[in-house]
Nanobody, 121 residues
Framework: QVQLVESGGGLVQAGGSLRLSCAVS????????GGWYRQAPGNQRELVAS???????NYADSVKGRFTISRDNAKNTVDLQMNSLKPEDTAVYYC???????????????WGQGTHVTVSS
């Protein structure tokens, strides 16, 4: 079965950087789209960044200029580079990928279990 493996979370001081990685546990055909979401205590889950198969990206206003989402189509991974981190970035970060397991029209969404990011002031 397809599982998303998230890594890279942790504790960092304000102004520091972290790189989150999202990898697929089994061999697949392709990732159609990918996104990183986050959920802070008391808040709804929000989209942080997304990327299409062709590499087009979108970012939440709060992270523009600081975060960069990228993908490696050969490795089937989607990463989120987070720079100039702020305490407001503290949250559980979730990876979500729309995956084609086989070369067919069908694609479905998968979610990771989340990785904690804590930014201290």
């Amino acid at each position: 079965q397809v599982q998303l493996v998230e890594s890279g979370g942790g504790l960092v001081q304000a102004g520091g950087s972290l790189r989150l990685s999202c990898a697929v546990s089994v061999r697949i055909f392709s990732i159609e789209t990918g996104g990183w979401y986050r959920q802070a205590p008391g808040n709804q889950r929000e989209l942080v960044a997304s990327i299409t198969r062709g590499g087009s990206t979108n970012y939440a206003d709060s992270v523009k200029g600081r975060f960069t989402i990228s993908r490696d189509n050969a490795k089937n991974t989607v990463d989120l580079q987070m720079n100039s981190l702020k305490p407001e970035d503290t949250a559980v970060y979730y990876c979500s990928l729309k995956v084609k397991v086989v070369p067919a029209l069908y694609a479905r969404d998968y979610w990771g279990q989340g990785t904690h990011v804590t930014v201290s002031s």
